[in-house]
């Protein structure tokens, strides 16, 4: 296929989304007659934090100030043109974004030469997001292709104030003094962490005979999967830079769009403030708004159970907060507010056990205990529309309680590459694939 009509495709969707008015929201395809129908997909996403320490070094508490912050992500599934949701979820004043940019990635935080696009916003170069609030980007054409990284870039002329994040990254950010948005080399960019600020979704969209004839991904509609949870959904323990989280795998198996909506430390029960909203309340946020999605993997509980039992050893990290001792009735209560809300949206609910964790500072005598309990009840009460055994899949063959060291991190609690790997495989054969 020519470039000139690849670019012609590229425009006309642009256009048909434009005129339907669908960009500030997450719309499915255009309305009406005449417009090039646009099917978004959330391509990858991140759930927004509130301000912190973090587990690492990071930028948002000190926020931003006449700089320029690059952040390369992969996108799960390929388009013909692409939009950026942004988050002010915990700001407390506007937002300014003085001009933003996406391009394909090249190395680091440099870019392809040729592919930098500058979004607009309501048709204006700058923007505001609302304190608490989120904006899409409009619609740019850009051809990407399914596992391809993007880069997107935001210059923050004015002084943010304190950053809405996402803390824990597995990927470095970049940032650059001045306005470096449109750089295609990376020299200007001297400083990064392994965070991601104010960026917490890239949607694609594509007609259902452009996506298969460029092989962009091949699948169209609602087919996305978003993966729910803490620390083992964001996958700590996985090597940074290298897109080796549960989630990655399960794309790369799956050939679907699969968002990552973990957060490291998050609880079911209990807000934190270093590990985010209880799931129970981020849950329409992060999962239930995202466009394209047709199923939820749900992996959340050993930070209720164990936070309690680590409370009890010597010097608890102070993050360990709140650490109320939780029963598994609790949890399976909240695990069916979860289902009933997947389920009013038409989604298909997935409940996935609980992994091993003996040997870590969260596992005691009542952890065992209610751990256990969890797991029974999601292999056989029938209330998720299925199941997968991450449990038995990665417990080791001499200790089911422990994971298998062959998969295992060395905190004994979360898993290593090959674990995630194994947590993917036992996932997509659970979805059918």
Do not use: C
């Amino acid at each position: 296929m020519s470039a000139p009509y690849v670019s012609r495709i590229a425009a006309s969707l642009v256009a048909g989304a434009l005129a339907a008015g669908i960009l500030a929201g997450p719309g499915e395809a255009a309305p009406g007659g005449g417009a090039a129908p646009v099917a978004w997909s959330t391509a990858w996403g991140a759930s927004p934090q509130m301000p912190s320490t973090g587990f690492t070094p990071n930028w948002s508490q000190e926020g931003f100030s006449h700089q320029s912050v690059r952040q390369v992500v992969r996108a799960t599934k390929g388009g013909d043109v692409i939009r950026i949701r942004l988050s002010n979820a915990y700001g407390t004043s506007p937002l300014n974004i003085t001009g933003a940019t996406i391009a394909r990635t090249a190395q680091g935080a440099a870019v392809e030469k040729g592919s930098v696009r500058r979004l607009t916003f309501d048709g204006r170069g700058s923007a505001e997001v609302p304190a608490h609030g989120e904006l899409r980007s409009d619609a740019t054409g850009l051809r990407l292709k399914r596992l391809e990284s993007v880069t997107v870039t935001l210059y923050l002329a004015g002084t943010t104030g304190p950053a809405t994040f996402h803390s824990q990254g597995w990927a470095d950010t970049y940032r650059a003094d001045g306005d470096h948005r449109s750089d295609t080399a990376a020299r200007a960019y001297t400083s990064r962490t392994q965070s991601w600020y104010y960026l917490s979704g890239v949607e694609v969209g594509a007609s259902q005979g452009e996506a298969s004839a460029q092989g962009a991904g091949g699948r169209t509609g609602h087919d996305g999967i978003v993966v729910f949870g803490d620390s083992l959904t964001d996958g700590f323990g996985s090597t940074p830079r290298t897109n080796r989280r549960y989630s990655d795998a399960l794309a790369e198996l799956t050939g679907r769009p699969v968002v990552n909506a973990g957060i490291g430390g998050n609880l079911v029960l209990n807000d934190s403030a270093w590990y985010g909203e209880r799931a129970t309340a981020r849950f329409r946020r992060d999962v239930l708004d995202q466009p394209g999605i047709s199923t939820v993997v749900i992996l959340q509980g050993v930070n209720d159970i164990g936070f309690s039992e680590a409370a009890t050893r010597p010097d608890p990290p102070a993050t360990y907060k709140p650490a109320p001792t939780v029963s598994s009735r609790e949890l399976i209560a909240a695990y069916r507010e979860l289902i009933h809300a997947a389920h009013t949206r038409g989604l298909e609910a997935v409940g996935a056990t609980l992994l091993p964790f003996k040997g870590s500072d969260h596992w005691g005598p009542h952890a065992a205990r209610v751990s256990n309990e969890v797991n029974d009840w999601i292999r056989h009460a029938g209330e998720f529309d299925s199941y997968v055994d991450f449990d038995k899949a990665l417990a080791a063959p001499s200790d089911p309680d422990r994971l298998d060291p062959a998969y295992a991190d060395e905190d004994a609690l979360h898993p290593n590459d090959t674990g995630y790997r194994v947590m993917a495989g036992a996932a997509a054969r659970a979805l059918g694939h």
